[in-house]
């Protein structure tokens, strides 16, 4: 699909013509990665972050916000739990928190690869290189790190860089996928200042990046940060709309373009649409969703945007509630750890070079 194309697809208003986009990108899901539905015990292991991103609930400005950090036997159980629900994978994910020290991870990757069968996938923010490269050793096998936008003023506009540090996530992506880790990047949908162009440009960088993982959610404007405070300042003429079927036409045209990437419908979309999010995300180019793991005591105070799906619902219950829903549009729940073929491909076309 040339960019025109891309263009096209995203500024389609016909009911009718989406309708194809729709059915296309699900033919193309089915065709690649199948039937099944892999399910990642999402854990939200620390909301410390010294980060000011403008659109972020975490960011270390807003100080109304009671932090929290598991311990090693607290993240412990949630995993064992993950496994006991059935789960393949569970995902560690935190605000950008130097408190979660290298041999902190490196010791609960080795103690999760012990005790139980999961995949294990990080999405810990930008950490150094040396970081990466121990938890890898340690086990660790994916890593999620959304580049947001790839246009570079919009970026720096909404991700202020750490002093002296300059934040470059595309540049991070290619290194852990020279880490070998399974990799994940993607985008939030409707940003304030973004345009149609810009994602024109961010999917064709999930292609350039070679994604084994791609996750999109439109943006939800928390009161507490200054773009949830902007009032439309920020709009541009060309203005995304953060809306459900902008999030699904760049889902759908992310299945076309890498097809082999496993796509979660997103917590983000599901909060759009608590009744219908999860089913659209899953018939229009998802295979993957991440049920929350987190303690219900710590749930609530990881506020990346407000009113997060499932929020009040304990671990069984959210459970209960995705598998209805994957089994009502005739799929099945994942079998196994759910590995990326797009990354299996990588890894043995790699092999047969060596
Ligand atoms: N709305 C939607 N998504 C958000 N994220 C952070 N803040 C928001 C928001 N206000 C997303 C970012 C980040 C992921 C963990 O959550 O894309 O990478």
Known sequence: ????????????TNPERLGSLWAQADAVRRKHVGDEVHLRGLLEISSHCVRHCLYCGLRAPNRDLPRYRMNTDEILACARQ?????YGTVVLQSGEDPGLTN???????????????????????ERS?????????????????????????????IHPSLPG??????????QLRELEY???????????????????????????????MIGVGPFIPHPATPLGQDAGQSRVCNQVPNNEEMTCKVMALARLICPEAN????????????????ELGLTRGGNVVMPNLTPAVYRRRYDIYPEKANIQEAAPECLGSVERGIIRLGRRIGQGRGDSANYLRRRSAASWKA
């Open 263 to 278: 796509i979660p419908a997103t917590t983000a979309l599901a909060t759009l649409d608590r009744r219908n999010g999860m």
């Open 103 to 125: 041999d902190f991870i490196a010791d609960v990757i080795r103690r999760i690869k012990s005790d139980t069968p999961l995949a294990v996938t990080l999405s810990l923010g």
């Open 129 to 157: 290189e040396q970081e990466l490269a121990a938890w890898r050793a340690a086990g660790a096998d994916r890593y999620l790190l959304r580049f947001e936008t790839s246009n570079a003023r919009l970026y720096a506009a």
């Open 182 to 212: 399974e990799i994940g990047g993607g985008v939030m949908i409707g940003i304030p200042g973004q345009t149609f162009e810009d994602l024109a440009d961010d999917i064709e960088w999930f292609a350039r990046l070679d994604l084994d």
């Open 165 to 174: 540090r300059r934040s470059d996530r595309i540049a991070l992506l290619r």
């Open 1 to 12: 699909m040339n960019r025109d194309e891309l263009l096209q697809w995203l500024t389609e």
């Open 82 to 86: 993950a496994a006991d629900f059935g």
